[in-house]
């Protein structure tokens, strides 16, 4: 199929379809009528062979193929906004361009302050998006890369792919501070026996950390998993679980947490957080400015 016989604004309307999931609301956020949208659903459908959005009950829901679509028809759009935004020559004061990074939430809380204080500094008119990291753009890191700027990650995930170490941090072990299981210190026994919670377990996500215990024989009893390091210690207060949690953000737990760290038992190594991006970009200007900002708010981390 030749991209010159499609019609790229069904890509726009696309994208609108399957995020609102409703030609009404799509409509009202393309600035077009119903009845304009309606035609572009129909032209699609006709190109998919597939309805996209089906009627249940009062509501619509997306098709097997436009839940494959939802996730690729964001990326390649945000991949046409970059071919179209970009500049003969770049000037940080004077851009308006938007910088989307992946990232979780431990390096949002810890990056994200210092980050968006500094364009806020030098430009003013730039726009920081930060889209929550899942295993599925991980796993298609690559093709996602094409459609943003930077994907925040530590070791031990990709290869072959162009990065540039930020940080370093630490796994602390946290239960609960009322906890009568747990004295001091932790045993490698508590490792075994406690029930856990974790963060990103599946069969191809899991921590570096989380492999390593079982690399040396832990395997842990996984209660609860859940996707957001924030919500980590809400979720040991009070219980008999134990989790993991990165050494930084720790140390902006407040003193009210319900929950107390530890050393862990057994030598999990560092956890260096890398910036990965696609390698089309590693000479654009505007990229070198973006990677520059970001390796100087890691750098306030460090100081």
């Known amino acids: 199929m030749h991209l010159a016989n499609l019609d790229l604004n069904l890509l726009v309307a696309l994208d609108a379809l399957l995020q609102r ?25 006709r190109h998919f062979d597939d309805p996209l959005l089906t009627r249940v009950g009062n509501e619509y829901h997306l098709t097997p193929l436009a839940q494959q679509l939802r996730e690729r028809t964001r990326v390649v759009l945000a991949g046409v906004e970059r071919v179209f935004a970009a500049e003969p020559d770049f ?13 979780s939430d431990y390096s949002e809380s810890v990056l994200g302050p210092a980050l968006s204080s500094l364009l806020a500094q030098e430009a003013p008119g730039m726009r920081l998006r930060l889209l ?35 940080h370093r941090d630490r796994w602390m072990c946290i239960v609960s501070a009322d906890n009568p299981a747990v004295g001091g210190e932790l045993t490698p026994e508590h490792l075994r026996t406690m029930p856990w919670v974790v963060t990103y377990h599946g069969p191809t996500a899991s921590t570096p950390a989380a492999r390593q215990m079982r ?34 953000l720790v140390r902006r737990l407040p003193a009210d947490s319900g929950v107390r760290a530890l ?19 590693s000479a654009d ?19």
């Open 285 to 303: 200007p505007e990229h070198e400015y973006l990677r520059g900002l970001v390796l100087r708010a890691a750098r306030s981390l460090r100081a």
């Open 132 to 166: 929550a990291n899942t295993p599925q753009l991980v796993d298609n890191a690559e093709r996602v890369l094409t459609g943003v700027d930077l994907l925040l990650l530590p070791h031990g995930f990709l290869t072959d792919l162009p990065h540039e170490d930020l």
């Open 21 to 45: 999931r409703s030609v009404t609301k799509a409509a009202a956020q393309m600035g077009l009528s119903q009845p304009a949208l309606s035609a572009s659903l129909a032209r699609l459908r």
């Open 263 to 281: 050393p862990c038992p057994v030598e999990l190594g560092p956890l260096i957080e890398a910036m990965w991006w696609h390698p089309a970009y």
């Open 215 to 248: 690399m040396l024989g832990i395997e842990p009893r996984v209660q609860v998993v859940t996707e957001h390091f924030l919500a980590v210690p809400g979720l040991v207060a009070g219980s008999g679980r134990i989790a993991l949690l990165q050494e930084l």
């Open 91 to 103: 000037d940080p004061a004077s851009s308006t361009r938007e910088a989307t990074l992946v990232t």
